[in-house]
């Protein structure tokens, strides 16, 4: 508002000598310029849409309290400035009666202008509120200490109507628009299954719907309660609405809405993917049948007690992947996603364990099949240096061919017999030298 020229003395009587004429036109026409903004001022302040929102809102909480401070205060201001364009109406008067001012009129306005001379009075029911004391029913001000009241309570006013409104104009809307994107994940969420007491989701939408509704009437009812002043600054509305609970409120509103895609893109293409989930179960189902029958071969073929047992064929899963089915069949996403995405792991595991059982199973055949291959090679060998018809080494061969290709096969005695035609094998080349490299020759290796 306008500026606060000089104050007067402890006595009241104007400072210095009597003003002469230039000095009071100078003085009327500061005066008059601080009335216009002060005017201005006080009219921007009436007409202010959050004035106007705070004067019909049903208020609470700090907000119930500062408002009724402020309306106070903005009463208070028509007052002083009532007394102030009085007193300077008054003195425009005086000043028009000559052109030509005598003594008497100099000191009146001098008195009028840089004095005491402005009475201000308390309506009825309504005293006046003093900064520096109790209430009165008058008061006495230079028109300098009016606006310097007048700025106080201007300031403090209009700092709260502004706050009130920038609370006002920023957090409701957002929270209309985040309860309208509310409504639209709940519409879809009902769609896929996901409701309250069902599916964690659908517990969180109704907590998120309960939150923005208390927030939105919370802040409508008390927006103060809501803003956060700038450290250090004494400007009307300096600060930020504070959008901590909204924006936690976003969040959760987020993670849902991620969780609803989610159980969506198990609608999309949960068909696919329970033809996957039955294929891996049936390769598995197929590899434990194949373990099953291995294993039989092995008891019969090879004499041996260590060979592992094979379990059964994963009808827990077959269980399991027919309610997968049924949950499809009915619409059920939200309790269709995290099923699947169980069985995918675990049929994959199981799969893998099939694997390894017929491995596991089948690992006699294979040193059976990799001791014959051995002896084979060993007697391919012997052949081409010549030596295939040398007693010895007839004897042993017949001797590891017995056991290898009987049943049952004693795969450790076997493995024996082996080593010692090797070894016969290997005494007899040795002294004839190097073998002759054929195209699947191995250079003489005994290994």
């Not at 995405?341 to 040193?367: F, I, K, Q």
């Amino acid at each position: 508002m306008g500026g606060t020229g000089s104050f007067p003395d402890s006595t009241g009587r104007p400072p210095g000598p009597v003003m002469d004429r230039d000095e009071v036109d100078r003085a009327l026409a500061r005066l008059e310029a601080e009335h216009e903004a002060i005017e201005t001022s006080l009219l921007a302040l009436q007409d202010h849409a959050g004035r106007r929102l705070l004067e019909g809102a049903e208020l609470t909480g700090v907000t119930k309290d500062r408002w009724a401070t402020a309306e106070q205060s903005i009463t208070l201001l028509w007052t002083y400035f009532d007394s102030y364009t009085a007193a300077l109406t008054g003195a425009r008067e005086t000043r028009a009666r000559r052109r030509w001012l005598n003594r008497d009129d100099l000191v009146e306005l001098t008195e009028t202008l840089r004095g005491r001379g402005v009475t201000v009075a308390g309506t009825p029911g309504h005293r006046l509120t003093s900064l520096t004391g109790p209430a009165k029913l008058s008061e006495h001000f230079t028109l300098a200490e009016l606006v310097t009241r007048m700025n106080e309570l201007y300031a403090s006013s209009l700092d709260m109507v502004v706050a009130a409104d920038a609370v006002w104009s920023a957090l409701p809307a957002r929270i209309d628009l985040l309860s309208a994107e509310l409504q639209r994940t709940r519409s879809l969420a009902h769609s896929v299954g996901v409701r309250p007491g069902e599916h964690p989701a659908g517990d969180d939408l109704e907590s998120i719907t309960h939150e923005l509704s208390t927030l939105r009437a919370q802040v409508v009812s008390d927006p103060l309660a809501f803003w956060r002043p700038a450290p250090g600054s004494s400007a009307p509305g300096g600060g930020r609405p504070d959008t901590e609970r909204y924006d936690r409120a976003a969040r959760a509103l987020e993670d849902v809405r991620r969780e609803i895609e989610a159980v969506l893109a198990v609608r999309q293409d949960s068909e696919e993917r329970l033809i996957r989930l039955r294929d891996v179960l049936s390769r598995a189902d197929r590899t434990l049948t194949e373990a099953r029958s291995a294993r039989g071969e092995v008891l019969a073929k090879i004499a041996a007690s260590e060979v592992p047992a094979v379990s059964g064929p994963p009808t827990a899963l077959q269980e399991r992947l027919s309610t997968a089915a049924e949950y499809r069949r009915h619409a059920q996403w939200h309790r269709l996603s995290p099923l699947l995405e169980s069985l995918e792991r675990e049929a994959e595991d199981e799969l893998l364990r099939a694997r390894e059982s017929l491995t596991a199973v089948t690992a006699p055949l294979a040193v059976r099949a990799e001791l014959r291959g051995r002896l084979d090679a060993y007697k391919a060998k012997v052949a081409r240096h010549g030596m295939a018809e040398d007693p010895l080494l007839m004897e042993r061969y017949d001797a590891a061919r017995r056991m290898l290709w009987s049943a049952p096969c004693d795969l450790r005695v076997a493995e024996q017999a082996v080593l010692r035609y090797q070894r016969a094998a290997a005494d007899v080349l040795v002294p004839r030298g190097p073998a002759p490299v054929d195209s699947a020759g191995d250079g003489g290796s005994t290994a």
